[in-house]
């Protein structure tokens, strides 16, 4: 098999204990062979602003595009809120989008799945995140998908990823993620 495959791992929720942050925690635990999973916290990245932009972009966002250009793909684990995608993953899409053409995320890889109480899962959300991808010219992973429903029943009051089924799906993703990876890289 070829080298390991570097993947940065973001969680669309601000919470320290939500869900999302959980799954991304639990994809890091499953990882297959040939895949190691990084994560960067979403806190670092203030608000987009085009005027900030214009005098230089914040440290956290500069470090947060050099971890997208250092990883070989991106993995975002989104939560859905009023049936979309969270101002928070969006805000970080957005910067990392920019400038248009020579942004962190073009031609980047990545691949998406969430954790919601609901029982859509983040479908929605997801779809959502999807058309952002076109802008970006990211390979957005088509399939399999995790919509981790019902997902406050899949994990203990700990966090951890209980639900053995779910493990599995989480475990098949990223075997999927990794072969996709390795398509573009």
């Known amino acids: 098999m070829a080298a390991t495959i570097n993947i940065l791992g973001i969680a669309g929720s601000l919470r320290k204990d939500s869900l999302n942050r959980s799954l991304l925690r639990a994809a890091v635990e499953l990882a297959p062979e040939g895949m190691a999973i990084t994560t960067f916290d979403l806190l670092e990245v203030p608000l987009y602003n085009g005027d900030v932009e214009a005098d230089g972009d914040p440290e956290g966002v500069a470090r947060f595009k050099q971890a997208i250009r250092e990883a070989d793909g991106v993995l975002m684990v989104t939560p859905e809120y009023n049936h979309g995608v969270p101002g928070v993953m969006k805000n970080a899409v957005d910067w990392a989008s920019r400038p248009p053409r020579t942004a962190a995320l073009t031609g980047k890889p990545v691949a998406l799945m969430g954790a919601s109480p609901g029982i859509t899962g983040t479908a ?40 053995e089924r779910t493990r599995g799906n989480v475990t098949k993703f990223l075997v999927a993620f990794e072969a996709w990876v390795r398509r573009f890289v």
């Open 124 to 163: 929605r959300g997801q779809s959502q995140l999807r058309q952002a991808f076109e802008f970006t010219n990211s390979y957005c992973m088509p399939q399999p998908e995790v919509l981790v429903f019902s997902a406050l029943d899949k994990f203990d009051a700990s966090g951890n990823l209980t639900d």
